[in-house]
């Protein structure tokens, strides 16, 4: 449990960083958006590029990994839906909660991979976010505006677009080719992904809303209890149930113990959903979070 702490309490330290300096008007409220887009842009995708340019894509365990990722989402999904219908919630607040409970902060975990796992468990945390990214903002656009309809273009479009889903597939088409990064670029998108981790940290901390817990205290209670707790439980049932090995059953349990992700609120806001309850979920899950991603890895640790 030390060196779990010794991994993770940094990340947080920068979260809280974050969240000081943006109070304090450091280095000033226009810096903050801008490096958001810098990290979402260009950064964070150049992460997912080179790690995907080199990982093993012919592994046969990532079919039963990514059978794994289909299947905690998909239970999920269907347990949302039942409960849409039970509780009668329109697009607009379960559009909220189900985000709050499927998405995932990416650059807290691909920075706890890091820490924990290294450089195998970065490139196989780029294969499943390859899987994940795409199918959690589908699921996700869905939620916010199945009410009103919505055509298969305007659902895809976002995801073509998404630069996270554009390195994915760039990276995997370097690998495939057998291009890779030469000539010195694999350097290049080294250091830009360097730069990406600790930048989107400070940008996560940066976008936390305390004045949104004030309200729905319930919700915001529930909320957080399944995605810290049971999304993880889940998770880890799954990957006893097909088998996987201990660094793939670790990373998903992470991922599904991940808080939710800042730019939930963002999308929330475009497609009129309940935008204050979604910025309560995002920082009293990354709030917690703190301490949940301890216990639950913790668990998995000494469960084996």
Do not use: H
Not at 6 to 19: D, E, M, R, T
Not at 55 to 67: C, S, T, V, W, Y
Not at 163 to 174: E, K, M, Q, S, T
Not at 245 to 266: C, D, G, I, R
Request: charged fraction near 10%; include cysteine.
């Amino acid at each position: 449990m030390t060196a779990l702490f010794q991994a993770l309490w940094p990340l947080f330290a920068l979260i809280v960083g974050g969240f000081v300096l943006r109070r304090k008007g450091f280095p000033g409220d226009a810096f903050w958006p801008a490096a958001e887009r810098l990290n979402y842009f260009i950064l964070f995708p150049a992460l997912l590029a080179s790690s995907l340019a080199s990982a093993p894509l012919d592994d046969p365990g990532l079919a039963r990994q990514a059978l794994a990722v289909v299947l905690g989402l998909g239970i999920a999904w269907v347990a949302l839906l039942v409960v849409k219908r039970l509780r009668g919630w329109n697009a607009a607040r379960f559009g909220a909660i189900a985000q709050g409970v499927l998405r995932f902060n990416t650059y807290l975990g691909l920075a706890a991979v890091g820490s924990l796992y290294g450089k195998p468990g970065l490139t196989l945390a780029a294969l499943m976010l390859a899987l994940m990214v795409p199918t959690v903002n589908v699921m996700s656009v869905w939620a916010l505006t199945a009410e009103r309809g919505i055509s298969l273009r305007s659902l895809l479009l976002p995801i073509v677009k998404n630069p996270l889903i554009l390195a994915c597939v760039a990276g995997a088409l370097l690998n495939v080719t057998g291009i890779g990064l030469p000539g010195g670029t694999d350097r290049l998108f080294n250091l830009l992904a360097v730069a990406s981790l600790p930048l989107g940290l400070l940008c996560v901390g940066a976008a936390l809303q305390p004045q949104e817990l004030r309200a729905e205290v319930s919700a915001l209670g529930w909320n957080c209890a399944i995605r810290l707790l049971a999304m993880p439980l889940l998770a880890f049932a799954i990957a006893r149930l097909l088998a996987l090995p201990p660094l793939e059953s670790a990373l998903l349990v992470l991922f599904f113990a991940l808080p939710t992700a800042p730019t939930a609120y963002v999308l929330t806001r475009q497609l009129g959903g309940e935008s204050g309850l979604m910025a309560g979920i995002i920082t009293l899950q990354t709030l917690l979070a703190g301490a949940s991603l301890l216990v639950v890895m913790g668990l998995i640790q000494s469960l084996g």
